[in-house]
């Protein structure tokens, strides 16, 4: 019998029908939705608590904290909640009651400012006093780990060891990292492909940085090629995905699809693999599908 923890990973691909313009390339969406927290960082949650948990740094009594814009916050509440450790969430105020409702439901405490960049300095703030322990996503190995350990292999296999390009939002970057290792270890030919917002657009789950906040655990040197999404694009590509393969996801992984398209026009064969990082229910409060 299966616990929560053995269903996290093993998500399965599938191949864009309609929206593939490209009769001689493959394209895959990898269905990050399908974990038991609904996205891609439940596979980092885990790796994170359990690196924690065995090397001593979690001490009895002692809360977690960590500011996030969504997705990993789920997942750090589920998981810490199997572990019996309370977590305290830090998130931007522009995050979608779903993803508030859905921490506290675990029994998480969520706290909202007014930036993702404002949380990030209140969980350092805090974390600094001692009472509270930052996993911290955006400088954690065990984030970029999950992915060279599962995602990555996952990827490898499923497409029988064709895949050609990799497509993947950058947030925490953990994804990309991890991925990127692992798949060029086995194909240094394999292309890694980051997604960026072109300036002024908002996709939740994708940033560009400012210098002073870029993760730590990235190194621009494991992404082949970045492609910047349009907040107008990222929009429009969700909705397909949902209203032309039935695919429900978020902002993010529209954005991955559309890069993923482009990349396929350019190609004369392929398979492309991007990350499908959650599900669509997770923003109906918002107007992402109306």
């Excluded at 199997?82 to 995050?95: R, T, W």
């Excluded at 292999?153 to 991925?179: A, C, L, N, Y």
């Excluded at 929009?235 to 695919?247: D, S």
Aim: aromatic share 8%.
């Amino acid at each position: 019998m299966s616990s929560l923890l053995d269903l996290v990973g093993n998500t399965p691909l599938v191949e864009l029908k309609k929206l593939n313009p490209n009769p001689r390339v493959q394209i895959y969406g990898k269905l990050e939705g399908n974990n038991p927290g609904g996205s891609v960082k439940d596979r980092a949650a885990y790796s994170m608590i359990k690196g924690a948990l065995e090397r001593g740094e979690i001490k009895p009594g002692m809360k977690l904290i960590e500011a996030t814009s969504g997705n990993t916050g789920i997942a750090l509440a589920m998981i810490a909640r199997l572990f019996d450790i309370d977590i305290e969430l830090i998130m931007p105020q522009s995050s979608t009651k779903e993803r508030v409702l859905t921490m506290e439901a675990y029994g998480a405490k969520v706290i909202l400012t007014e930036t993702m960049e404002s949380a990030r300095d209140y969980a350092d703030e805090r974390a600094a006093g001692g009472e509270y322990f930052m996993l911290n996503q955006f400088a954690n190995p065990d984030n970029w780990k999950a992915h060279y350990r599962t995602t990555g292999p996952e990827i490898f296999r499923d497409t029988h060891q064709k895949v050609t390009h990799f497509v993947s939002s950058m947030g925490t970057t953990g994804t990309i990292m991890g991925v990127s290792r692992f798949l060029k270890e086995q194909n240094n030919n394999i292309q890694i492909v980051g997604c960026q917002p072109n300036d002024g657009s908002s996709i939740p789950g994708i940033r560009k940085w400012p210098t002073e906040y870029l993760p730590k655990i990235f190194e621009k040197e494991r992404v082949d090629r970045v492609i910047e999404v349009s907040q107008e694009n990222a929009t429009m590509t969700t909705r397909k995905l949902a209203r032309e393969e039935a695919i429900f996801a978020g902002m993010s992984s529209g954005g991955a699809a559309w890069a993923a398209v482009e990349l396929a026009k350019e190609l004369t064969e392929g398979v492309i693999v991007f990350i499908v990082c959650d599900r669509g229910d997770r923003y109906l409060s918002s107007d992402l599908f109306s």
